[in-house]
Nanobody, 121 residues
Framework: VQLQASGGGLVQPGGSLRLSCAASGSIFGINAMGWYRQAPGKERDLVAAITSADSTNYADSVKGRFTISRDNARNTVYLQMNSLKPEDTAVYYC????????????????WGWGTLVTVSS
């Protein structure tokens, strides 16, 4: 299974970006999907996550500005980021818990390579 993230780039403060992450390979269903970010010199932190039942949770710092969504038919997770701030600058990584067989809901965690988001004027 491979995860390919895209959509990062340079944006001015107050701007918007939409990240996408698509999974490919032997996929028998996907449990939770999420986005994490890692700023220079800091640990990787959860930004947002969405379960298979579409329940979501967000880091306090992005609540009201970011929205996570998923398209199960495309094995894709999105992160719509609005009202971006310089402190949102980081490498963003997608994560998916992918079921390894049709007869179980147990899965394996996979990570995308990361996409850089830079918020600067």
């Amino acid at each position: 299974v491979q995860l390919q993230a895209s959509g990062g780039g340079l944006v001015q403060p107050g701007g918007s970006l939409r990240l996408s992450c698509a999974a490919s390979g032997s996929i028998f269903g996907i449990n939770a999907m999420g986005w994490y970010r890692q700023a220079p010199g800091k640990e990787r932190d959860l930004v947002a996550a969405i379960t298979s039942a579409d329940s979501t949770n967000y880091a306090d710092s992005v609540k009201g500005r970011f929205t996570i969504s998923r398209d199960n038919a495309r094995n894709t997770v999105y992160l719509q980021m609005n009202s971006l701030k310089p402190e949102d600058t980081a490498v963003y990584y997608c994560n998916m818990n992918v079921r390894y067989a049709t007869w179980t809901v147990r899965g394996v965690d996979y990570w995308g390579w990361g996409t850089l988001v830079t918020v600067s004027s």
